[in-house]
Each structure stands twice: as C-alpha cells, then as structure tokens.
C-alpha cells in the first residue's frame, strides 16, 4: 500500500467511524440548551390555586396525607377530583373528605353511557345524578369516552350531542352544577402520521393514540357535537377540558367563546401550547380572563413547575417535562396578578358550587 491510497483508507475509516458515532433517533436526541439567560424554576405558585383538573381515583378508601402534603409544598388549595364516580363512591369520597381533610378536596360524579336509549336509561340516569350531586358532588366530568368509545343500546357510536343526553345536561343547569367535558383528543392525532405531524414522537411511543375520520368519526365532527349541547343548554356551565385542543389555534378559541357565553375553558395538558406563543397566550387570556381555570389533569407533583413558570414568570426558553409532548422550549407568559388569581382559584370559586373560600385571599 503506497501513501496515497493509506491517506485513501484512513480518511474512508474516519468517516465511517464519525458516521457511526451519529447514527442516533429522534427519541434520542434530546439536547442540553448552552443559552444562558435569566430566569428559575417556580416550585410553588405565586398565589393559592384550585385544580379543576384532577384525579384521584382510589380516594373513597385512600389516606391523602401525602397527597395533601405535596399540595401544600405547591400551594395547591383545592383539588376537584373529577374521578368521583357514582352512587356508593360519591359517598365514601366526601365522607373521606369530611373526616381528614375538610375542603381541600371536592368531586364530580361520572356517568357511564354505554347502552344509552335501552327503556328507562335516561330517567335512571338523571334521577342518580341528582343523587349524587345531594351526596356531595360539585359537578360532572363527562370522559372522552363520550364521543369516542360509547354505544347506545343498538350498538351504534353515541354522539355527544344525542338528543336522548339532553335531560342530563339540562339537569346540570338545573342543578347549578358545571359539566367539566373532555371530547376527542388533540387533532394532530387524526391527521397523517409522517414527519410534518407535530406529535409524531407521541403517536410513535404512543400508537393506540392515533385516530382517523373513521376511528370512530372525523374530529371536527366530535368537537362540534360539544359545542352544539353547549350552546343547546345556555343555563348550564360548561368547562371545555383542554382548551378545546384549541390552544394552538386561540383566535378560533376566541370565537367560539364569544359565541357560547357559557363555555368555559380549561388548561390541563395544553400548557406546552401557551408556552410557545408568550404574547398572543398573554393577551388571550387577559381578554378571557374570566373564563380560564386551572386545571393539571394527572397527578404528578414535579410537573406543576412548569405551569407555574410559563403563567407567572416573564422567562425564555425553558424546558418542558415532556419530549413526547413538546420537542419546542417554553416561555413565561408574564400574567397580571388580577388575571392570575382568575386563572388560579377566583373563576373556579365562581363556577363550582361550595368551594371553601376561606382558603383564598379576597
């Protein structure tokens, strides 16, 4: 071998060996930002929160103390446990309330609406909420199973907007209470799963996510089913959970609010959204400031930083908690302290029945 073609081989070698050292997934690639800017994490919230978004799903016999514990080291007053069920577990959860931690917790009942129009479904349905809500239940969480999952009694897809359903949201409004509704799931799960989808990494790690115009119906078609009984039932209090899956897309948001004055919007999960468009977030919600609560839906303790980071602070790219959510770095939205006790607990103290408000300041 001469030395041109050893200079040959050992720059082939060279570029294999580095070719090697990238070979790497998306998954993977996961960088440390070098940008130094000010700004800190916020591990507890600036003033006393109400999650309207929570789960707790073992509550009529589980000790909360370690739940109450680290609500406290977040400053979370109040958590509206949407998981309350129905009939004996209705009871069991506010008695558990009741005897060890009185007013930190409250519960929505749920309804199963599978077999939906069978003879009698409807009365029977609307005479246990009400029984429920005289239990002690604040509200009902309506699971996106509605719209996605459910059957009626002839084995057909339950539309949320059935008219048969009509009584039971009507009896909301009756009641006094909210309907805290989660429908379809974010759109980005029914368009095509290729690299121009935003939630690749997610239906990619997450497959069983992943929708279609007919698994089970178009998503325009299932969120348009909740805006239709939402405007149907001016007299009750709705909660879109979510923002909608609007948080990308607030200028729509903005309409369908001003066309529902009884819609109300939640922003569990969606944090990531508001976080990428500081400004247009920020004059968003001060425009909609009484109609945006606070809302985590899981509970997991470490993640509630970030919420607070990207409603309270005026700081630039950090991270979120999740890749699979949001591959992009957030941004602190700044919030006036009027809106952010709005956002925070005031809107909820107005919009759920029975919160103790003693906990709050005025």
Same mark, same amino acid.
């Given at each position: 071998m001469n030395f041109k073609h050893y200079l040959i081989l050992s720059f082939a070698l060279c570029i294999m060996s580095n070719s090697q050292a990238q070979v790497m997934s998306f998954e993977e690639?996961?960088? /440390?930002?070098?940008?130094?800017?000010?700004? %800190?994490?916020?591990? /507890?919230?600036?003033?006393?929160?109400?999650?309207?978004?929570?789960?707790?799903?073992?509550?009529p016999t589980q000790d909360l103390t370690s739940v109450v514990e680290d609500m406290d080291k977040l400053n979370l007053a109040i958590m509206v446990n949407l998981s309350g069920g129905t009939g004996e577990s209705i009871v069991q959860?506010?008695?558990?309330?009741a005897t060890n931690f009185p007013g930190r917790f409250v519960v929505f009942a749920n309804i199963n609406f599978e077999g939906a129009g069978s003879e009698g479904w409807t009365e029977k349905m609307v005479a246990q909420l009400e029984q429920d809500v005289k239990n002690g239940a604040r509200g009902l969480k309506v699971y996106k199973s509605l719209g996605l999952?459910?059957? %009626?009694?002839?084995?057909?897809?339950?539309?949320?907007?059935?008219?048969?359903?009509?009584?039971?949201?009507? /009896?909301?409004? *009756?009641?006094?209470?909210?309907?805290?509704?989660?429908?379809?799931?974010?759109?980005?799960?029914?368009?095509?799963?290729?690299?121009?989808?935003?939630?690749?990494?997610?239906?990619?790690?997450?497959?069983?996510?992943?929708?279609? %115009?007919? %698994?089970?119906?178009?998503?325009?078609?299932?969120?348009? *089913?909740?805006?239709?009984?939402?405007?149907?039932?001016s007299n009750t209090t709705f909660i879109s959970a979510h923002m909608s899956w609007l948080a990308n897309d607030l200028g729509k948001l903005g309409k369908l609010l001003d066309e529902m004055p009884n819609m109300n919007v939640g922003i569990g999960a969606i944090?990531?959204?508001?976080?990428?468009?500081?400004?247009?977030?920020?004059?968003?919600?001060?425009?909609?400031?009484?109609?945006?609560?606070?809302?985590?839906?899981?509970?997991?303790?470490?993640?509630?930083?970030?919420?607070?980071?990207?409603?309270?602070?005026?700081? *630039?790219?950090?991270?979120?908690? /999740?890749?699979?959510?949001?591959?992009?770095?957030?941004y602190g939205l700044d919030l006036d302290d009027e809106v952010l006790k709005k956002v925070y607990y005031k809107n909820a103290l107005r919009i759920v029945p029975g919160l103790d408000m003693s906990l709050f300041p005025k």
């Open positions: 690639y996961n960088p /440390k930002s070098t940008l130094v800017v000010p700004g %800190d994490s916020i591990f /507890k919230a600036k003033f006393p929160f109400i999650d309207v978004h929570g789960h707790q799903r073992r509550m959860s506010v008695n558990n309330i999952g459910n059957k %009626d009694a002839q084995g057909n897809r339950l539309a949320i907007n059935d008219v048969r359903l009509d009584p039971i949201w009507a /009896k909301c409004g *009756e009641l006094g209470i909210p309907v805290l509704i989660h429908s379809a799931d974010p759109a980005s799960f029914w368009d095509e799963f290729d690299g121009d989808n935003e939630r690749w990494l997610e239906l990619k790690t997450h497959p069983r996510r992943k929708r279609s %115009d007919t %698994d089970p119906a178009p998503f325009q078609q299932i969120m348009n *089913e909740q805006y239709s009984i939402i405007k149907k039932h944090i990531a959204e508001l976080g990428r468009q500081p400004r247009f977030a920020k004059a968003f919600i001060t425009k909609y400031q009484d109609r945006v609560l606070f809302g985590k839906d899981s509970w997991v303790p470490s993640e509630f930083p970030t919420y607070f980071r990207v409603l309270e602070s005026a700081d *630039e790219y950090f991270p979120y908690h /999740k890749k699979y959510h949001a591959y992009w770095a957030m």
